[in-house]
């Protein structure tokens, strides 16, 4: 079946403006992860949503920072006022849910590459 | 909080010579991990994991990893490479209870020389 679709693959903004970034996680991925990559550094992990449950926000950056999900099915992150740091390619996963087995494999996106000027 | 080490940031090899890419890790409680590879243009996809049982785990495409709970090592090895393995590998950890986030270490971007 279909993989983890991203959109939009590339997103130019200018500082201040507001960002949002959609992913379509794979059909019955209960969990659904998204992670941040700045140029030259490894994957940071973002949020983490679980079917109804409340999502763990633990690794947004800031507040300008938000995302929702409805039930099991598409998730947006937002980010407000963008600044320079915010560039970088965003990555969303999803995964079955943890009841599955333990160590469930995430599947990756392509990624949004953010670029604020 | 558990962490990830890559050493290497960049490993040249010629083709059809070994290549051994090093991951370390950091973490209080039993982890998971895994060595994700992401070709050129291509989105990040699962190359192998380690999750119980053997510690020496293979991939399709005859890279191995052994998992050493002493060392708290990972590193990844593949006998003999192809051009086609030129791709940044990752390596990653997750912790055995919570939601099983990623942590990730910094790549290490494997070219291969004819």
């Known amino acids: 079946g279909a993989g983890v679709s991203q959109s939009p693959s590339n997103k130019v903004t200018e500082k201040g403006k507001d960002v949002e970034l959609r992913c379509d996680p794979i059909s019955g991925h209960t969990a659904l992860y998204w992670y941040r990559q700045r140029l030259g550094q490894g994957l940071e992990f973002l949020i983490y949503f679980q079917g109804n449950s409340a999502p763990d926000k633990s690794g947004l950056p800031s507040d300008r920072f938000s995302a929702e999900r409805t039930g099991e099915s598409v998730s947006t992150l937002t980010i407000q006022r963008t600044q320079q740091e915010d560039s970088a390619v965003y990555l969303c996963?999803?995964?079955?849910?943890?009841?599955?087995?333990?160590?469930?494999?995430?599947?990756f996106g392509p990624g949004t590459r953010l670029l604020v000027l | 909080a558990q962490s990830v080490t890559q050493l290497d940031s960049q490993v040249p090899v010629f083709e059809e010579a070994p290549v051994e890419l090093r991951c370390n890790y950091s973490?209080?409680?039993?982890?998971?991990l895994f060595w994700y590879v992401q070709y050129p243009n291509q989105g990040l996809q699962l190359l192998l994991k380690?999750?119980?049982?053997?510690?020496l785990v293979e991939s399709i495409n005859g890279f191995e990893a052994e998992f050493n709970k002493s060392q708290t090592s990972f590193h990844l090895r593949k006998p003999s490479v192809h051009i086609s393995d030129t791709a940044e590998y990752f390596c990653?950890?997750?912790?055995?209870?919570?939601?099983?986030?990623?942590?990730f270490g910094t790549g290490t971007r494997l070219t291969i020389i004819p």
């Open positions: 973490s209080s409680v039993s982890v998971y």
């Open positions: 996963a999803s995964s079955r849910s943890k009841l599955a087995g333990v160590g469930e494999t995430q599947y």
């Open positions: 990653a950890v997750t912790e055995d209870f919570g939601n099983e986030k990623l942590t």
């Open positions: 380690y999750l119980s049982g053997s510690t």
